[in-house]
């Protein structure tokens, strides 16, 4: 049962029961964190979002997760006068809210620089002006390039790791040129950080910023054509995944060569609920939240992710699982890529004694278990549909 009354935080005070508003609840991570809360403890969920598809199954009435304690409102944050009434309802206000799929960084910087700061500015003034507490996530994106990124190739000092592990109080955060659009959604996430950290040292507000480091699992993202636009383009786990499903080889923009690391969304919503309980060791602070030991190149992730699946369906690899494309052929003009984000996990480890558990490939026989049983009836009914004659 959820919600123990003798529950108690890092420090040993007994943790009551509070109410939660959470900005766009129906998503992937929200959903997952929805999940946990409700199975876990005795907080309440004000859950606000435009879809609901996701914690559908914790909005039922006969759910044995705690559908007495979420109540769902539809709403869009941009222009919706309940916003504040809801922020003042609840003791704490978690923002997911959010465009963070790279394909439309550099397709739509408008929308995805008003999704990301102009948006959200109503959310953190009613914090600061009501009192209210608030957790705001932002992106590993917004440390942008490395420092290892501008040093010659055959540099020693690439393998340093004072080059490229990103530091949530010391890294710089290095953007592209304003014509490289895809740092629209970097430069909005970092302006809305620094305004939130300046709420906090001239009025007070009770923050904590949270930057994901490719939280991937079940539920992320959409496929498309099932349960999204057939011509969008998910992030790298479910666009990998769509591929798999179809039987098609799947796409390495620029070879494939990023590197990048992989944490599971349950270990990461560990880690958000110790921020949610832990106040006095939580506010003021900026944490990544990722997996160090799960780093792989793009390419290495694509051919583990073949290996997975060809495990997980029983179906055999394409005899030539993987096809090279251009970023400008796959994201369009105006594409730029950061080379390496690495985690430092010393201020999240420090405050709230956590670590990351699950293997790169445990994560991916979960999740692509899921994506298997989740999705694989429809695509083939899919493709097997005649198309209509004109």
Request: proline share 6%; charged share 25%.
């Amino acid at each position: 049962m959820a919600g123990a009354s003798a529950r108690l935080d890092l420090d040993g005070r007994p943790i009551k029961p509070m109410t939660i508003c959470m900005i766009g609840a129906g998503g992937f991570i929200g959903s997952h964190l929805c999940e946990k809360i409700l199975l876990e403890t005795p907080h309440k969920i004000l859950a606000l979002d435009v879809y609901n598809d996701k914690i559908k199954h914790l909005l039922e009435p006969e759910s044995q997760t705690g559908a007495d304690r979420i109540q769902f409102h539809r709403l869009n944050i941009k222009h919706d006068s309940r916003l504040e009434g809801l922020i003042k309802m609840a003791d704490l206000t978690i923002n997911l809210a959010a465009i963070c799929t790279p394909a439309d960084y550099n397709t739509r910087p408008l929308d995805t620089i008003y999704s990301n700061f102009i948006d959200a500015l109503p959310v953190v003034k009613y914090c600061s002006e009501n009192n209210k507490r608030l957790i705001h996530f932002s992106t590993c994106e917004v440390y942008g390039k490395t420092i290892g990124s501008f040093l010659p190739k055959d540099s020693p000092l690439r393998q340093d790791p004072a080059y490229y592990v990103l530091k949530e109080d010391a890294s710089p955060c290095i953007f592209g040129s304003i014509e490289k659009q895809r740092w629209s959604y970097a430069c909005a996430k970092q302006l809305i950080e620094r305004l939130i950290y300046a709420e906090g040292a001239e009025n007070g507000l009770e923050f904590t910023i949270v930057r994901p480091f490719n939280w991937i699992g079940p539920r992320m993202d959409f496929i498309p054509g099932i349960d999204g636009p057939s011509e969008g383009v998910p992030r790298v786990l479910a666009c990998f995944s769509n591929n798999l499903l179809r039987r098609q080889p799947l796409k390495l923009v620029d070879g494939g060569q990023s590197q990048r690391t992989f944490i599971y969304i349950k270990d990461a919503i560990e880690a958000v609920l110790l921020m949610i309980e832990n106040p006095a060791r939580a506010n003021g602070h900026i944490f990544n939240v990722g997996n160090p030991h799960n780093e792989v190149t793009v390419r290495q992730l694509a051919e583990m992710m073949t290996e997975v699946y060809a495990k997980v369906s029983g179906e055999a690899a394409l005899e030539e699982p993987t096809v090279d494309v251009s970023s400008k052929e796959f994201y369009g003009e105006g594409y730029d890529d950061s080379d390496k984000r690495i985690p430092d996990m010393t201020i999240i480890n420090q405050q709230l004694g956590w670590n990351p558990k699950t293997s790169l490939w445990d994560l991916l026989e979960s999740t692509l278990t899921y994506q298997h049983r989740t999705y694989a009836e429809a695509i083939k009914q899919a493709v097997a549909k005649p198309v209509a004659s004109s």
